[in-house]
């Protein structure tokens, strides 16, 4: 298996547009657990694990829901899975 855990940092017009909610309709079409919350400094944070391919094609997946005009950078890094996410949330 190459289990993965990519946390992604989402800067733009990523709050109050709607994006986390998205993100998390886009994650049930994928086999990924996770969360994604928004920042203080008005990034939005997203936490995923799941099959590396998985998660590339998932982060792909969060762009073509029309977020992507939203979305001025993304900030991405790739680490051990723990292992330890069931389903995917919204955290407040």
């Not at 946390?7 to 969360?35: E, I, L, M, N, P």
């Not at 400094?41 to 992507?68: K, M, P, S, T």
């Amino acid at each position: 298996m190459n289990r993965g855990r990519l946390q992604v940092f989402y800067s733009g017009r990523v709050q109050g547009v709607g994006f986390r909610h998205t993100v998390k309709q886009v994650a049930a079409g994928y086999d990924v657990t996770g969360s994604v919350r928004n920042l203080p400094d008005g990034r939005v944070e997203l936490v995923a694990e799941g099959e590396r391919e998985e998660l590339e094609v998932f982060r792909q997946g969060i762009r073509d829901a029309g977020l992507a005009g939203f979305i001025r950078q993304e900030e991405a890094q790739w680490l051990a899975a723990s292992s330890l996410l069931r389903g995917f949330e919204v955290v407040r």
